[in-house]
C-alpha cells in the first residue's frame, strides 16, 4: 500500500506495507492515531499549513546575507511556495531588493517589534507572484534600545509570527537579519526553526563563527529547543582563485555535511541585479547567479522535507518501537 502524508505543504510518500514481519515502518498506524509532525514551525490552524521560518544570519557584514534571503525568497516564490521576507536590517537593503524604497513605506518591522502592530498590516505584496514582504527602514536602528524595556523582549517577533499564522498561510518565512547579534537578530533565532550562515569565501570570514554558534547555543537551551542549523552557505566562491578553494575546503572539512552543495560564485549579475532592485531570477535568470540560487532553492527544499522524514521516522520508532528499520 502506498500512503502519502502531507505536512509542512510538502508530500511525502512512505511505502507502508503491511507485512509486519517485514519491520516495514507502519506510518499509517502512526498517521491514525494523530501523533502530529513536529510543528516547523507554525500551523495554520484552518489549513494545517506549517511554514518554515529560517533566518539568514552572520554578525559578518558582506558575506551575502541579503543577497540570499533576496534570491532564496524569490526563487521560492517562483517555485510556487507562498513566501514572507522579512526585513530586519535598519538599512533595508532587502525592502530595496525588492524595489522597494525604505523611507516610503507606511509601516515597517518597526511597528511590529516596537507598537504592537500585526505583521499582517505590515505585509506588502511584492511584484513577483507569491512573494510578500515585511519592510525595514532606518527607524529600526532605535528599536534595540526601546525593545530591552519591553516584557518578553527577545520572543516578540515569534508570538507576532504565530498570530499571522492564525490568519495566513505561508511555506516559507526568510529572515534577513543585520551584522549584529542584537536583540533584533535574537528575536529572529527566537522565532526560526532554521538557520543558514553564509560564509564568504575568505580567509577571515571563520572568525566570529565561535561567538555565533555559542549563541544559537544559548538560543537553543534557553528560548527555541527546536533551532538548528539548515546549512552553512559558501558565497562569492571565485573558482579562479586557489584562496576560494583553500577555505572552500577548510569549511567542508571543519562544517562537514551541514555545508551546502551549493555554492554561491561570485557573480556581478547578482551585484547589478541588487542595484536595479530586482531578484536574479527576474533580472537575469539564466546568470550564473540565479542558476545557483535555483540550486540553493531545491537544495533548501529537499533538506528541510528530508529532515521532516527523519522525525517522522524518529517518532513512529518511539511510538511504535521495533517496528521500524
Ligand atoms: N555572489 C555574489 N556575487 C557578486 N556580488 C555579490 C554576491 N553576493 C553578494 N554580492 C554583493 O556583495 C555586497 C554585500 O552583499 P550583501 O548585502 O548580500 O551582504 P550582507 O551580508 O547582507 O551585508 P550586511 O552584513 O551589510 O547586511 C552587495 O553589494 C552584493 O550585491
Ligand atoms: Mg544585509
Not at 47 to 73: D, E, P
Not at 148 to 158: D, F, P, Q, S
Amino acid at each position: 500500500m502506498n500512503t502519502t502524508i502531507c505536512f509542512g505543504g510538502f508530500r511525502s510518500e512512505y511505502l507502508c506495507g503491511a507485512d509486519k514481519s517485514t519491520g516495514a515502518v507502519r506510518i499509517a498506524q502512526y498517521e491514525s492515531k494523530q501523533v502530529k509532525a513536529r510543528e516547523l514551525h507554525s500551523t495554520n490552524p484552518k489549513t494545517g499549513k506549517m511554514g518554515h521560518i529560517i533566518s539568514i544570519v552572520n554578525q559578518k557584514g558582506g558575506c551575502g546575507k541579503t543577497t540570499t534571503a533576496v534570491n532564496l525568497s524569490a526563487w521560492l516564490a517562483s517555485k510556487g511556495k507562498k513566501t514572507l521576507l522579512i526585513d530586519l536590517d535598519p538599512e533595508g537593503y532587502a525592502t530595496l531588493g525588492l524595489g522597494i524604497k525604505p523611507n516610503s513605506v507606511e509601516l515597517s518591522i518597526y511597528d511590529v517589534l516596537i507598537n504592537n502592530i500585526s505583521l499582517e498590516r505590515a505585509t506588502i505584496p511584492a511584484f513577483v507572484d507569491n512573494l510578500d514582504l515585511i519592510p525595514s527602514n532606518p527607524v529600526l536602528s532605535g528599536a534595540q534600545l526601546e525593545i530591552a524595556n519591553l516584557l518578553g523582549r527577545e520572543t516578540i517577533l515569534r508570538v507576532a509570527l504565530n498570530k499571522l499564522f492564525l490568519s495566513k498561510a505561508y511555506d516559507f518565512v526568510i529572515l534577513d537579519c543585520s551584522p549584529s547579534l542584537n536583540l533584533v537578530t535574537i528575536n529572529a533565532l527566537a522565532a526560526s526553526k532554521f538557520v543558514i550562515v553564509p560564509i564568504q569565501a575568505h580567509y577571515y570570514s571563520l572568525h566570529g563563527m565561535k561567538e555565533l554558534f555559542s549563541t544559537i547555543t544559548i538560543i537553543k537551551e534557553r528560548i527555541n529547543a527546536d533551532l538548528e542549523i539548515l546549512g552553512i552557505l559558501v558565497t562569492l566562491f571565485d573558482p579562479r582563485t586557489k584562496m576560494s578553494h583553500h577555505v572552500l575546503s577548510d569549511i567542508r572539512d571543519y562544517f562537514k555535511d551541514k555545508v551546502f552543495g551549493t555554492v554561491v560564485n561570485t557573480n556581478v549579475k547578482l551585484c547589478e541585479a541588487s542595484m536595479n532592485q530586482k531578484p536574479i531570477c527576474l533580472y537575469d535568470p539564466e546568470s550564473k547567479g540565479s542558476k545557483d540560487y535555483e540550486q540553493l532553492t531545491d537544495e533548501v527544499i529537499a533538506r528541510i522535507l528530508s529532515l521532516n522524514k527523519e522525525y517522522v521516522a524518529e517518532m513512529a520508532f518511539k511510538t511504535y518501537g521495533g517496528f521500524y528499520k
